[in-house]
């Protein structure tokens, strides 16, 4: 995302091709949402399913009341600090068709803030991911507003706002590799530590219940991000097209080396591995989408699928219950994204739009390695300290208590924080015995304890 300052001038002809394609990139971007819900909730075990699914659309929820009220004027209004806006533009006051955004004069201010809330929206949700199967969702639904006010609006606002640190530095970031992916894959880092491990763990083997739904969540997530890298053109041109190769060929990539690397282990081609490596492949092109070249994008996915893939026993060597390993793939995946941003970004590229730009190491700007590594490490290092303060004083009020107590964990949280489950209609199965004709009733919770290759789940 190129930065240009807001600006009240008289209304410009805008062309609806932008608008549409920004819009209909807004809609893109939302479908994301649910997909993050349905590939989480195929990872956990089919009593916390539904809860993960919920806190999706809760974080949706949550953070469009708080975009309006202030969260986009915090993040884009006119004349912010170094670090964070103002209250210009609170209640979107002020924010219409006859204004240019603070991003760019392709589209109206109105049309840009319903486009930034969708990805405000989805950064808290895919960082309480590493707190499933034993965070409560009412505290989790009051840390979304929180956090979303004072980690991602900074974040956000200093890197994208034409007056933030990192804008003014020089740092690339085109879609969302730091303010979406580094801080929420951070925060998750912090929100598992705080919460804890789940009870079980490292003893008891927590199978993903249903992959079916993870690849339906991968395919939600790879379908709707090329209007999370393509719309942040914010206009339908040849750089917009560039964004959408190179995203396409990324995931693609990842998903592909990911596989590979399991089937070096397993001798089985892994569908959850495969999916793993399409959403690490798309989040490490995420800042890059706009500044490389088409090729880039295979070296993207290869680098994301084999440094994420091995970032995943980053939990076991440190011994810290990230359920949905979202550190090693948004974090660490934003991380490499950043870091071969600096190397990659091409004039070329920059020129699609008319802009002159030294691009990265490609192009002997070598300074450019230097501006991603600073807002990449600001980002990790502020995102845990605040992300950690706001879990640990919330935790200590009460009634804000941010893990479920040894029962309702037992339960699920399905059934203890919702009160309605995902699957009614497999909460008892028969299993028979194929050498003898016994059958019995069991529950569907202990599938994965059947380990008689003579009997089978009906």
Same mark, same amino acid.
């Given at each position: 995302?190129?930065?240009?300052?807001?600006?009240?001038?008289?209304?410009?002809?805008?062309?609806s091709?932008?608008?549409?394609?920004?819009?209909?990139?807004?809609? +893109?971007?939302?479908?994301?949402?649910?997909?993050?819900?349905?590939f989480?909730?195929?990872?956990?075990?089919s009593?916390?399913?539904?809860?993960?699914? *919920?806190?999706?659309?809760?974080?949706?929820?949550?953070?469009?009341?708080?975009? &309006?009220? &202030?969260?986009?004027? +915090?993040?884009?209004?006119?004349?912010?600090? %170094?670090?964070?806006?103002?209250? =210009?533009?609170?209640?979107l006051l002020?924010?219409?068709?006859e204004?240019?955004?603070s991003?760019?004069?392709?589209?109206?201010?109105?049309?840009y803030?319903?486009?930034q !809330?969708?990805?405000?929206a989805?950064?808290?949700?895919?960082?309480?991911?590493?707190?499933?199967?034993?965070?409560?969702? @009412?505290?989790?639904s009051?840390?979304?507003f929180?956090?979303?006010?004072?980690?991602?609006?900074v974040?956000?606002?200093?890197?994208?706002?034409i007056?933030?640190?990192?804008?003014k #530095?020089?740092?690339?970031?085109?879609?969302?590799?730091?303010?979406?992916?580094?801080?929420?894959?951070?925060?998750?880092?912090?929100?598992?530590?705080?919460?804890?491990?789940? %009870?079980?763990?490292?003893?008891?083997?927590?199978k993903?219940?249903?992959?079916?739904?993870?690849?339906?969540?991968? @395919?939600?997530? &790879?379908?709707?991000?090329?209007?999370?890298?393509?719309?942040s053109?914010?206009?339908?041109?040849?750089?917009?097209?560039?964004?959408?190769?190179?995203t396409? /060929?990324? @995931?693609?990539?990842?998903?592909?080396?990911?596989? #590979?690397?399991?089937?070096?282990?397993?001798?089985?081609?892994?569908?959850?591995?495969f999916?793993?490596?399409?959403?690490?492949? /798309?989040?490490?092109?995420?800042? @890059?989408?706009?500044?490389?070249?088409?090729?880039?994008?295979?070296?993207f996915g290869?680098a994301?699928?084999?440094? !994420?893939?091995?970032?995943?026993k980053?939990?076991?060597?440190?011994?810290?219950d990230?359920? +949905?390993?979202?550190?090693?793939?948004h974090?660490?995946?934003?991380?490499?994204?950043?870091?071969?941003?600096?190397?990659?970004?091409?004039?070329?590229?920059?020129?699609?739009? $008319?802009?002159?730009h030294?691009?990265?190491?490609? =192009?002997?700007?070598?300074?450019?390695?230097?501006?991603?590594?600073?807002?990449?490490?600001?980002?990790?290092a502020?995102?845990?300290? *605040?992300?950690?303060?706001?879990?640990?004083?919330?935790?200590?009020?009460?009634?804000? $208590?941010?893990?479920?107590d040894?029962?309702?964990?037992?339960?699920? /949280?399905?059934e203890?924080?919702?009160g309605? #489950?995902?699957?009614?209609?497999?909460?008892?199965?028969?299993?028979?015995?194929?050498?003898?004709?016994?059958?019995k009733?069991?529950?569907?919770?202990?599938? %994965?304890?059947q380990? =008689?290759?003579?009997v089978?789940?009906?």
């Amino acid at each position: 995302m190129s930065n240009t300052t807001n600006t009240t001038a008289p209304p410009v002809p805008y062309q609806s091709g932008d608008i549409a394609w920004t819009l209909t990139s807004t809609a +893109l971007v939302f479908i994301m949402i649910p997909g993050v819900g349905y590939f989480y909730s195929g990872m956990a075990r089919s009593k916390n399913a539904l809860s993960l699914i *919920m806190l999706g659309m809760l974080s949706v929820g949550v953070v469009s009341f708080q975009w &309006w009220l &202030w969260g986009y004027s +915090l993040t884009f209004g006119p004349s912010a600090s %170094h670090f964070i806006g103002n209250l =210009d533009h609170a209640f979107l006051l002020n924010v219409g068709f006859e204004q240019q955004s603070s991003i760019t004069s392709t589209v109206p201010a109105l049309v840009y803030a319903i486009y930034q !809330c969708m990805f405000a929206a989805i950064t808290p949700a895919l960082a309480i991911g590493s707190a499933a199967e034993r965070g409560r969702i @009412a505290p989790a639904s009051i840390f979304i507003f929180v956090w979303s006010t004072i980690v991602y609006d900074v974040v956000a606002c200093w890197t994208w706002n034409i007056d933030g640190w990192a804008a003014k #530095l020089g740092t690339l970031d085109f879609a969302g590799g730091t303010p979406v992916h580094i801080s929420s894959g951070t925060a998750a880092l912090a929100y598992c530590i705080i919460v804890g491990k789940r %009870h079980g763990h490292g003893t008891d083997e927590f199978k993903p219940h249903n992959i079916a739904n993870v690849v339906l969540g991968a @395919a939600l997530l &790879w379908f709707g991000w090329f209007g999370f890298n393509g719309g942040s053109e914010l206009a339908a041109n040849t750089r917009a097209a560039t964004a959408c190769v190179v995203t396409n /060929l990324a @995931a693609a990539v990842g998903g592909l080396v990911w596989a #590979l690397m399991d089937f070096r282990l397993e001798k089985k081609i892994s569908a959850l591995g495969f999916c793993s490596g399409v959403v690490a492949g /798309l989040v490490a092109i995420t800042p @890059a989408s706009g500044y490389v070249e088409a090729y880039s994008g295979a070296i993207f996915g290869i680098a994301a699928g084999v440094i !994420c893939n091995l970032a995943v026993k980053l939990k076991h060597i440190f011994d810290f219950d990230d359920a +949905l390993d979202v550190f090693a793939v948004h974090a660490v995946g934003g991380l490499v994204g950043n870091i071969l941003t600096g190397i990659f970004a091409s004039r070329k590229v920059f020129a699609l739009d $008319s802009m002159d730009h030294p691009g990265g190491w490609i =192009d002997g700007n070598w300074i450019q390695m230097g501006y991603q590594l600073a807002n990449s490490g600001a980002a990790i290092a502020y995102t845990f300290v *605040m992300t950690y303060i706001i879990l640990f004083v919330m935790d200590k009020i009460p009634g804000l $208590s941010l893990r479920v107590d040894l029962d309702s964990e037992t339960k699920g /949280l399905d059934e203890s924080e919702l009160g309605e #489950l995902a699957y009614y209609h497999v909460d008892r199965l028969v299993a028979v015995n194929t050498r003898t004709g016994e059958t019995k009733t069991i529950k569907e919770e202990t599938i %994965h304890q059947q380990n =008689d290759t003579n009997v089978s789940i009906v």
